[in-house]
């Protein structure tokens, strides 16, 4: 094996870790896989004969590109209306098997991903580097071009922003109960059904991308949201069950078109946030087996 194979190896070793640490920094499946692979062809250019931790190296790298995609994302979507939700991972419920264990362990819902969105890149940077991925502050400071003490506040800040995130509950099953009982309301078209599987502040986010205007929305309170998913009980007709972001949720496909994802986050057996994407452009990009 001459080196630059050694180094292919080494690379798709450490090729899950970083694009775990992408996707949580950006939300996005194809961003995320698009400064991995920007890592790779630095890896391939760099000089790495003095680096002895090379995943410390490569998560370095992942960071900053990272970084830079948020800072100019950032910028490019305060001029953009209605909501933009986190791309989707989306898993058939017959998904079993080492990878499914995998995928629950190191899920990350899209409540907190919808969350993260609302931080500064750099606030963001920090606390998903040290708070998921425990990266020393050490490390993170350069990265930021700021002191430790400075990537600590960074960090903490983003604690602080992340307390009222919802803490979902992990009972699966019990999950997969709610989300039924959710869509049979919906198909049924039954408001009081709706209303008692909600919680009273339950937060509703659609996003069906740039047109029609005025459609990506957010809507609050139980009955608010039941009336709102009242008019989507077309789509629930054709709601298969599924795994978003590791916890019970739905797809909506129509003759092989995937129309919706559903995520859905439980707190206490009530359905405290629901987030729909509906954006055909980045539907198309999703790609979900066995659901017919």
């Known amino acids: 094996m001459d080196e630059n194979e050694f180094m292919a190896q080494q690379f798709e070793s450490h090729r ?12 996005s499946v194809s961003e995320a896989e698009d400064a991995v692979q920007e ?21 370095t790298v992942v960071a900053r590109v990272c970084l830079n995609l948020l800072q100019s994302r950032r910028s490019r979507r305060e001029n953009l209306l209605g909501v933009h939700l986190p791309d989707p991972i989306v898993r058939t419920v017959d998904d079993v098997g080492p990878e499914h264990d995998a995928l629950l362990a190191d899920s990350v819902g899209l409540a907190l991903l919808v969350v993260l969105d609302t931080l500064a890149p750099a606030e963001r940077l920090a606390f998903v580097l040290h708070d998921m991925f425990a990266v020393p502050f050490e490390d993170i400071a350069p990265i930021v071009e700021r002191s430790p003490a400075a990537a600590r506040q960074l960090a903490s800040r983003a604690r602080r922003r992340l307390q009222g995130a919802p803490v979902p509950d992990s009972d699966l099953t019990r999950q997969r109960e709610v989300v039924d009982a959710f869509l049979a309301a919906a198909r049924g078209g039954s408001f009081e059904d709706l209303v008692a599987v909600l919680d009273p502040d339950v937060v509703l986010r659609a996003d ?13 309170g139980a009955e608010a949201v039941a009336e709102r998913a009242l008019n989507f009980a077309r789509l ?12 019970a949720g739905a797809v909506a496909i129509a003759e092989g078109q995937m129309l919706s994802v559903l995520g859905v986050t439980i707190r206490g057996g009530r359905i405290v946030e629901i987030d729909i994407l509906a954006d055909r452009d980045r539907l198309a990009q999703l790609t979900v087996e066995d659901l017919h």
């Open 16 to 27: 899950p870790h970083l694009h775990a640490v992408a996707y949580r920094m950006l939300g």
């Open 39 to 59: 890592a790779w062809i630095r890896l391939a250019r760099a000089d790495t004969s003095d680096v002895e931790n090379l995943a410390g190296w490569l998560t």
């Open 208 to 220: 069906v991308g740039v047109v029609p205007a005025g459609a990506s929305t957010e809507v609050h």
């Open 236 to 247: 629930a007709r054709f709601a298969h069950p599924a795994l978003v972001n590791g916890t």
